[in-house]
């Protein structure tokens, strides 16, 4: 069973200050999906990762993945107010009639001034 | 381009009530999923269509709940009847291929509270 897991699942931190949410997955997978979840609103697809060594930017958000470690990561640079939310990353697992997204539990961010 | 359109946004019943969530897809997108979401968590499947066609019901509780994808369109998602702990978010998504590899774009989701 594909377990997916997200570190830190709360952060609180500074505008202008860098920081780095981390996503674990335990088995092998060719793709995973970072979206962003704003209170009571939908979540909304940032990136996809299809291989060992993606790395995608989007404005102060930048994403990487590395197939060998299991491991993606989300990296925040001179963090804005804005860019408080929930983080989710997910992982997809092919198996036939199974395939589809495990999500984690998501990072909670907030970005104080 | 409209999104995935849900209805209700919100929907407050007793339990033992049965009720019912509505999806609209983006056009065109021939892969529907339904999720929960529970406060503090990430969403989990409940069901995948790949068309008219259930093609992974595995973690739907078929006791209570069911689905339906008519015309591989518009999907319904229903509880019959409802528990308690059935209060969560219940998110739509769709995909435009089909093998659940695609990115999904999700609904603004249907917020359920069971009394």
């Known amino acids: 069973e594909l377990k997916v897991e997200q570190n830190p699942l709360f952060l609180s931190m500074q505008e202008g200050k860098n920081y780095t949410i981390y996503c674990n997955y335990s088995t092998t997978s060719d793709r995973l999906y970072w979206y962003r979840q704003d209170p009571g609103k939908s979540l909304e697809s940032l990136f996809v990762?299809?291989?060992?060594?993606a790395v995608k930017q989007e404005g102060r958000l930048m994403a990487s993945l590395d197939t060998k470690a299991r491991l993606s990561t989300l990296h925040i640079t001179a963090a804005v107010h804005d860019l408080s939310a929930t983080y989710f990353c997910?992982?997809?697992?092919?198996?036939?009639?199974?395939?589809?997204?495990?999500f984690g539990k998501g990072t909670h961010l907030i970005i104080q001034p | 381009e409209a999104g995935v359109v849900q209805s209700p946004r919100y929907k407050i019943i007793e339990k033992k009530q049965p009720v019912a969530f509505w999806c609209n897809p983006i056009s065109g997108h021939n892969t529907l999923y339904w999720y929960l979401q529970n406060l503090g968590q990430g969403p989990e499947l409940l069901i995948r269509?790949?068309?008219?066609?259930?093609?992974?019901d595995s973690q739907l509780p078929k006791d209570r709940f069911s689905a339906e994808r008519l015309k591989g369109v518009d999907s319904t998602l229903k509880i019959q009847p409802a528990e308690l702990g059935d209060s969560a978010v219940y998110l739509c998504a769709s995909s435009l291929g089909l093998g659940g590899k695609e990115t999904q774009y999700f609904g603004p989701g249907t917020r359920l509270l069971v009394l």
């Open positions: 997910a992982v997809f697992q092919g198996g036939g009639s199974a395939d589809g997204l495990t």
């Open positions: 990762l299809l291989s060992n060594g």
């Open positions: 269509y790949e068309n008219e066609e259930a093609v992974d």
